[in-house]
């Protein structure tokens, strides 16, 4: 698979797939197909140069939506400036994250459900098979590169062997994906491209993890300890545990409730000090909602045609069709394709790619509120 320290949300496999470009050459394999005599196989400096244009089209884009175009792990510490400082009633007041599209509050959490899993393949088709908890979340399921293959720990996200379709019947998951995303990480660190037609060129066990949200007290409270009379330190924090009562998880806001957890269950208790907390440390996943495990399609199009337009001259597209994409999402409007008035402002520039990236951020951000709109 097609990987990089260089974290994207869009798979680069997922790229290669929308711009036309051949897999197995994606993957430096060589399949006997006729390819470009210039640059016929990608490799992992080509892969982490990519890697760069689509993390940075990531970027603007949750700039400009306010969240990210797939679900992401993330902990934040929001100022917390409540309207009453009456005891007791700042936990109804409502705090906001700073990206929106909440899935979950906690943390990522990994329960290891088949280490070193053989992988078969049929064809064109590698399949991973693992016992699963009873009614898991198939987004929660994921296949990654072993230590032994050269992941630097169990279940590491840059190392994850995606996008996979996962089936589950009873405690089974059936895990599918190309072939050519379970080629040998140090092929791809080769220059020369490896033979798809031998065993050797793939790895032959991988790692079934289930990736999930541990709920357990996302929240912690902070006071300015000095403040509060706690401890000596002028410096230092005065905390308490707390849980979040979600209000609108499109939008990310939540009331905040100082609580203890007995048994996997939330206990509420008593605010520690008398006045409310300055800060409020938040750990949640937040991002647009997969779809029967893929990214929205108007936003994995987004992403890729956003990178066209941030790569370079020198960019190595190697076949035909990718390469008119590519062209085509670098060219400025002209007078069969005149700029429109409400595209006069848009922060990803001109050509079209940037175009439709805009007019997917239009269709897809949340609506202002009347109390955004009057500020």
């Given at each position: 698979?097609?990987?990089?320290?260089?974290?994207?949300?869009?798979?680069?496999?997922?790229?290669?797939?929308?711009?036309?470009?051949?897999?197995?050459?994606?993957?430096?394999?060589?399949?006997?197909?006729?390819?470009?005599?210039?640059?016929?196989?990608?490799?992992?400096?080509?892969?982490?140069?990519?890697?760069?244009?689509?993390?940075?089209?990531?970027?603007?884009?949750?700039?400009?939506?306010?969240?990210?175009?797939?679900?992401?792990?993330?902990?934040?510490?929001?100022?917390?400036?409540?309207?009453?400082?009456?005891?007791?009633?700042?936990?109804?007041?409502?705090?906001?994250?700073?990206?929106?599209?909440?899935?979950?509050?906690?943390?990522?959490?990994?329960?290891?459900?088949?280490?070193?899993?053989?992988?078969?393949?049929?064809?064109?088709?590698?399949?991973?098979?693992?016992?699963?908890?009873?009614?898991?979340?198939?987004?929660?399921?994921?296949?990654?590169?072993?230590?032994?293959?050269?992941?630097?720990?169990?279940?590491?996200?840059?190392?994850?062997?995606?996008?996979?379709?996962?089936?589950?019947?009873?405690?089974?998951?059936?895990?599918?994906?190309?072939?050519?995303?379970?080629?040998?990480?140090?092929?791809?660190?080769?220059?020369?491209?490896?033979?798809?037609?031998?065993?050797?060129?793939?790895?032959?066990?991988?790692?079934?993890?289930?990736?999930?949200?541990?709920?357990?007290?996302p929240l912690t409270l902070v006071w300015d300890?000095?403040?509060?009379?706690?401890?000596?330190?002028?410096?230092?924090?005065?905390?308490?545990?707390?849980?979040?009562?979600?209000?609108?998880?499109?939008?990310?806001?939540?009331?905040?409730?100082?609580?203890?957890?007995?048994?996997?269950?939330?206990?509420?208790?008593?605010?520690?000090?008398?006045?409310?907390?300055?800060?409020?440390?938040?750990?949640?996943?937040?991002?647009?909602?997969?779809?029967?495990?893929?990214?929205?399609?108007?936003?994995?199009?987004?992403?890729?045609?956003?990178?066209?337009?941030?790569?370079?001259?020198?960019?190595?597209?190697?076949?035909?069709?990718?390469?008119?994409?590519?062209?085509?999402?670098?060219?400025?409007?002209?007078?069969?394709?005149?700029?429109?008035?409400?595209?006069?402002?848009?922060?990803?520039?001109?050509?079209?790619?940037?175009?439709?990236?805009?007019?997917?951020?239009?269709?897809?951000?949340?609506?202002?509120?009347?109390?955004?709109?009057?500020?």
């Amino acid at each position: 698979m097609a990987r990089s320290n260089v974290v994207t949300l869009l798979p680069l496999d997922r790229y290669a797939a929308l711009m036309g470009l051949n897999l197995a050459h994606f993957n430096c394999l060589d399949d006997g197909q006729v390819n470009s005599v210039a640059m016929p196989f990608w490799n992992q400096t080509l892969h982490d140069l990519l890697a760069q244009y689509v993390a940075e089209a990531e970027a603007n884009l949750v700039r400009a939506l306010g969240f990210d175009i797939t679900p992401v792990y993330r902990q934040e510490r929001i100022r917390f400036q409540p309207d009453t400082a009456e005891f007791y009633r700042w936990m109804f007041a409502e705090v906001c994250t700073s990206y929106q599209h909440v899935q979950a509050f906690g943390r990522r959490a990994v329960s290891v459900l088949a280490e070193d899993a053989s992988v078969t393949f049929e064809a064109d088709t590698a399949t991973v098979t693992a016992t699963v908890p009873e009614g898991v979340d198939l987004d929660e399921v994921r296949v990654f590169y072993r230590e032994a293959d050269g992941a630097p720990g169990t279940a590491d996200d840059r190392w994850c062997i995606r996008p996979m379709t996962v089936r589950v019947s009873g405690t089974t998951a059936t895990i599918q994906g190309h072939k050519a995303q379970f080629v040998r990480p140090d092929v791809l660190e080769g220059t020369a491209a490896a033979p798809y037609d031998q065993a050797s060129s793939f790895v032959s066990q991988v790692d079934v993890c289930r990736v999930y949200t541990d709920p357990t007290l996302p929240l912690t409270l902070v006071w300015d300890a000095l403040q509060v009379g706690e401890g000596s330190d002028p410096s230092a924090d005065a905390t308490q545990t707390a849980t979040a009562w979600p209000v609108n998880q499109r939008r990310g806001t939540f009331s905040a409730r100082p609580a203890s957890n007995q048994g996997g269950v939330h206990l509420y208790e008593a605010p520690r000090y008398g006045i409310p907390p300055s800060h409020i440390d938040v750990a949640y996943l937040a991002g647009h909602p997969l779809q029967n495990g893929s990214i929205e399609p108007r936003l994995e199009l987004a992403a890729a045609r956003l990178a066209n337009v941030l790569s370079p001259e020198f960019a190595v597209w190697v076949a035909d069709l990718a390469k008119t994409r590519w062209r085509y999402d670098r060219n400025m409007p002209g007078d069969d394709n005149p700029l429109q008035e409400a595209e006069l402002k848009n922060p990803f520039g001109f050509t079209n790619g940037a175009r439709f990236a805009w007019r997917i951020v239009q269709e897809m951000r949340l609506p202002m509120t009347s109390e955004a709109m009057a500020v």
